[in-house]
């Protein structure tokens, strides 16, 4: 049987204004079989992208980071807001609706050479993934690629991951 992550997804239409559904994982994280449910699916799907360390991006994406990089026996590092991590870093910017924002990671982290699987819950435009692909590379690591719970088809966040020779995997699609 096929684990189906879409009865554990509060959708609210509307939100946060006309014309966007808001997909909320809140009620598969409050239910423990399902959250091991959820690990254990997102661990079958990313196996064959032998990652060496998984890359959770700030903030929902350090939630699935690490009992995945537990599940895959490597260890975690963490995909930071500008300005919350200390000492060298790379940065990289990358559009919002409104503006910019700039994602951050630890030079020291030791990258180089190793296999790096991007984390997060969704994947819609794919700029936040996009900026992360474009570290993990400043860092030195090689791109296994990225997984993500939710994926909004329509908005062709996985074209633009593949520009950048970047696979994805993901639990759940819609189309907006």
Excluded: W
């Excluded at 924002?101 to 936040?128: N, P």
């Amino acid at each position: 049987m096929t684990f189906s992550l879409d009865d554990h997804i509060s959708k609210t239409p509307g939100f946060p204004k006309p014309g966007i559904t808001f997909y909320d994982i809140s009620p598969a994280l409050e239910d423990a079989a399902i959250l091991q449910k959820t690990i254990e699916a997102l661990t079958d799907i990313t196996q064959p992208l032998r990652p060496d360390i998984i890359a959770g991006i700030d903030a929902r994406g350090f939630l699935f980071a690490l009992p995945l990089a537990l599940a895959h026996q490597t260890g975690t590092v963490m995909i930071r807001k500008a300005g919350k991590l200390p000492g060298k870093v790379f940065e990289e910017s990358y559009a919002l609706e409104y503006g910019e924002a700039r994602l951050s990671v630890q030079a020291s982290r030791g990258l180089e050479g190793k296999r790096v699987l991007l984390v997060d819950d969704l994947l819609a435009t794919g700029g936040t993934l996009v900026a992360s692909t474009n570290l993990i590379r400043q860092a030195g690591g090689i791109l296994a690629g990225a997984a993500c719970l939710i994926e909004l088809t329509g908005l062709e966040g996985r074209a633009r991951l593949a520009a950048k020779d970047c696979p994805v995997v993901s639990l759940q699609q819609y189309e907006f």
